[in-house]
């Protein structure tokens, strides 16, 4: 059964990638409209307003939603295994604050104007990583669970008290509004050209992820172990910080914050992994896709007067489900 | 020429001067009171911590290998060991096949014979009592077939049963061409099983010898601070504290 999870979760992710383009107020054939979208962009072929609405608008959003949740999946898992703790997730220790924070002061202070569209997921990446980075040093090589929570819990109320100081000081009303909403998190109104900078962030992240698998297999035995099987936890954990900050940084820079996938996610699928956490990457990013692509279409749905920010809506569903995850861990301990 | 020799090792502020040498075939129990420096030789000999002085086995130094290398060649049981996830028995022995990049069935299923786990190899360890898990975590550091092999309090909070048992792997597995170096407090198990003691207090070696030579009482007590009663004619030989 274990064989069979990839492709069936890749298998649902087709289904729901064709469910998100079929989904609108204009009911449309979505094949034609794609094959004409593809042909305008070999042949020059005259654009549809079909074509127009799934290629222009649908596409870019189903995209982001998929490489945004399976970032955010994949990261949480890593991060998880990395520190041991079931618990943690890219937004309760300060990684997501953090890249929120370089983001937010690139956006409006309009630093390194040298990189250009580049500069916004830059400045969420060095976000992200100083703050886990710091993280990993405020709660020590040998951390226990306890001290991890609390370290996050310290450098997220840090970075949040940042971006406070710098909503506070926004040049006006609207550059704070456009902030506001863009931290709620969404994928809605971005075009093709955010996943230009995603994509790639989250191939090379990704990849620096899953070449450390042996790694989080052999943290499940604890550091000293780890390092007594020749692993290098020091050396390897770094690049496990690093990929999970690429990921992270470029997807809360795209996207704003989409919350508690990182927790949620690798959480239902390790019973199905036997509990492997080097097993855990592949299932996570493609639940991770197909739960985020979901939430998206569920959005979609909702009046579209005041539009429900898709960060709002898994932060509902995940925050109740992180009390559960804290009831259960207390009731093992009693 | 003995398998491994310890040329002054030394860990800033925790051990001093350690010279040490083993050999194939026997079982070397370390023996000291608390803080003495058995943990810290022990790391220190895996390359955990920052460490001074030369290690060499089979005569090559241990500077001259890489870390996975090295972990083919000498393998370590911590004294305090859980798994973070339910992992299953048999994924957990598996696992002392990462520093050989291999998953060799063969060994894994003789190893779990050894340890008497092979009935629960598909359970998920924190479904099992302590001294299952203990035959586990062995289970897991023989799979690494290490030439060195480095226990620390194996049988601390374990029944007398699996005391025994524990011991028994261990032995056998020194006989088959290794060396096991065990940290142990139970200085009865100790006469009982080493073949060899080191004796350690205040992170230095105190003295390397045989059994009879080691565990005396005018040695024992100064070193433990409390009056040791010996007597290694006994079957099972006693070494209590009077």
């Known amino acids: 059964m274990e064989k069979l999870l990839n492709p069936a979760l890749l298998l649902l992710l087709l289904l729901v990638a064709l469910l998100s383009l079929t989904i609108g107020t204009l009911d449309l054939d979505v094949s034609s409209a794609l094959a004409n979208w593809f042909s305008n962009l070999l042949t020059g072929e005259v654009l549809t307003r079909e074509a127009l609405i799934v290629g222009e608008i649908r596409l870019p959003r189903t995209l982001l939603a998929l490489v ?20 943690v997730d890219p937004g309760l220790i300060g990684a997501s604050q953090g890249a929120a924070l370089g983001a937010a002061l690139v956006f409006y202070f309009n630093i390194f104007p040298g990189l250009g569209t580049l500069a916004t997921p830059i400045a969420g990446l060095v976000g992200a990583a100083l703050t886990l980075f710091i993280l990993m040093g405020l709660s020590g090589s040998m951390a226990r669970p306890a001290i991890i929570i609390m370290a996050g819990l310290a450098i997220s109320t840090l970075s949040s008290a940042l971006l406070a100081v710098v909503l506070n000081f926004a040049p006006n009303p609207y550059a704070m509004q456009e902030l506001v909403f863009w931290l709620l998190g969404s994928v809605s109104n971005r075009g093709l050209d955010n996943l230009a900078i995603l994509f790639p962030a989250f191939v090379i992240g990704s990849i620096m992820l899953l070449t450390q698998r042996k790694l989080l297999l052999g943290l499940s035995l604890g550091e000293q172990v780890a390092d007594s099987m020749g692993l290098e936890v020091t050396k390897r954990g770094r690049y496990i910080v690093l990929g999970t900050a690429l990921l992270v940084g470029s997807s809360v820079a795209v996207a704003g914050n989409i919350g508690f996938i990182g927790l949620i996610v690798p959480h239902l699928m390790r019973p199905l992994v036997r509990y492997r956490p080097d097993r855990l990457l592949l299932p996570s990013a493609l ?48 | 020429m003995a398998l491994m020799s310890i040329d002054s090792l030394a860990v800033q502020q925790r051990l001093f001067d350690a010279s040490l040498e083993i050999h194939e075939g026997e079982v070397l129990g370390l023996i000291g009171p608390n803080g003495a420096g058995k943990s810290t030789l022990l790391n220190a000999i895996t390359g955990l911590l920052p460490r001074s002085g030369r290690i060499s086995l089979d005569g090559q130094s241990l500077e001259q290998l890489g870390s996975l290398q090295r972990a083919r060649q000498i393998a370590l049981q911590p004294q305090f060991i859980e798994s973070v996830w339910a992992l299953s028995v048999h994924d957990i022995v598996s696992m002392g096949r990462l520093p050989w990049g291999d998953s060799d069935q063969s060994i894994i299923r003789q190893v779990m014979e050894q340890a008497n786990i092979t009935e629960f190899a598909a359970r998920h360890v924190d479904e099992l009592s302590g001294g299952e898990r203990a035959r586990v975590w062995l289970a897991r550091v023989l799979a690494n077939q290490p030439r060195v092999l480095l226990v620390d309090e194996p049988v601390a909070n374990l029944d007398i049963h699996y005391q025994q048992e524990v011991m028994q792997i261990l032995v056998d597995y020194a006989r088959a061409g290794h060396a096991v170096v065990i940290a142990i407090h139970d200085l009865s198990l100790a006469a009982r099983y080493c073949d ?31 009056e040791v009663y010996v007597d290694l004619e006994n079957q099972p030989p006693v070494v209590l504290a009077q």
């Open chain 1, 68 to 87: 945004v949740g399976a970032a955010m999946g994949m990261s949480g898992a890593a991060l998880q295994g990395l520190l041991r703790n079931p618990l």
């Open chain 2, 196 to 226: 060899r003691l080191c004796l350690m207090d205040n992170g230095r070696i105190v003295k390397t010898d045989t059994i009879g030579a080691v565990l005396s009482s005018e040695i024992l007590s100064p070193v433990f601070n409390v």
């Open chain 1, 287 to 334: 639940a991770g896709a197909v739960f985020v692509l979901l939430a998206d279409i569920l959005v979609r749905q909702l009046p579209p007067e005041r539009e429900l920010k898709l960060g709002v809506l898994t932060a509902l569903v995940g925050a109740p489900f992180f009390v559960w995850l804290v009831w259960k861990e207390r009731q093992r301990w009693l």
